[in-house]
């Protein structure tokens, strides 16, 4: 059965900084668009950033440009959320996603891509 397993959330204040894993298992992840989602109390998700299966291609929501990177070891078969200058509005619980590439578009921020999820891990940012 395909797992994928979020740590890294927590508490931190306006500014600071947290780097999200997911590690997955019993797939390979070089076969596999992954993006990381986040939903907020009373929102729907959000896609915040995608990759494709080599690295070469990364995508992010407007919101946190310039801000988090998305990043991927498929060696150690894990995805990074590396995010910086947090605020506010960042607080959600956050989710990896994994689907089979295929050809076509790839419409990275739309939940219904994806064939696999996480269980979340909650980040909280403080003014």
């Known amino acids: 059965q395909v797992q994928l397993v979020e740590s890294g959330g927590g508490s931190v204040q306006a500014g600071g900084a947290l780097r999200l894993s997911c590690a997955t298992s019993r797939i390979t992840p070089s076969a596999y668009d992954m993006a990381w989602f986040r939903q907020a109390p009373g929102k729907e998700r959000e896609g915040v950033a995608g990759?494709?299966?080599?690295?070469?291609?990364?995508l992010y929501t407007d919101s946190v440009k310039g801000r988090f990177t998305i990043s991927r070891d498929n060696a150690k078969k894990t995805l990074y959320l590396q995010m910086n200058g947090l605020k506010p509005e960042d607080t959600a619980i956050y989710y990896c996603a994994a689907r089979l590439w295929r050809r076509g578009t790839w419409s990275w921020y739309s939940p219904s891509q994806y064939n696999y999820w996480g269980q979340g891990t909650q980040v909280t940012v403080s003014s």
């Open positions: 990759i494709s299966p080599s690295g070469d291609s990364v």
